[in-house]
């Protein structure tokens, strides 16, 4: 008997991409054959990073990662799903809230379309973090430098002075 292909995605706006997200992306390569970060593209939300700024970022630190591939989509993420023909859905979880949220999410779209969706508990030292907050107290001059990549740091930093200088 062949074991079937299993096929994820990993959904965020990855605005931006967290050391948190990375421990999601390591941990989900073990588990799944092929696992597409999907980079959102929200227009609700007021982004830092453009779409094609984080899917490079994002890129650049999934390279060694076999069977990782990094892709923006527009919409619901079910439909994504659909559209890529993925068999689950992977989630980080960080608090009670995170599940409270997920856990509605997940049973929502396994009603809407039948798809499974699977959490990992993030690491740690990881749980408090978020891209919201990432962005918050980089804005406001605090270290950020044990949260994000090195490459994300240093981009992040940059946006920042370059928003500051322009007002």
Do not use: C
Request: charged content about 25%.
């Amino acid at each position: 008997m062949t074991r079937k292909s299993v096929r994820a995605i990993f959904p965020g706006s990855f605005d931006p991409i967290t050391n948190g997200h990375l421990d999601v992306i390591e941990r989900g390569t073990k588990l799944f054959d092929e696992l597409v970060v999907a980079v959102g593209r929200s227009p609700i939300k007021n982004p830092l990073f453009t779409p094609e700024e984080r899917i490079e970022m994002i890129t650049e630190l999934t390279a060694d990662m076999p069977g990782v591939s990094v892709e923006s989509f527009d919409g619901l993420t079910v439909e994504y799903a659909a559209q890529t023909k993925a068999d689950v859905i992977l989630r980080g979880l960080r608090s009670l809230t995170d599940v409270q949220y997920e856990f509605k999410l997940a049973m929502t779209n396994r009603a809407v379309t039948g798809i499974e969706t699977i959490f990992i508990m993030t690491s740690e030292q990881y749980g408090f973090t978020s891209s919201t907050l990432i962005r918050e107290v980089a804005s406001l001059g605090g270290n950020i430098s044990n949260l994000v990549p090195k490459n994300v740091h240093d981009r992040l930093r940059q946006r920042l002075n370059k928003k500051a200088s322009s007002k």
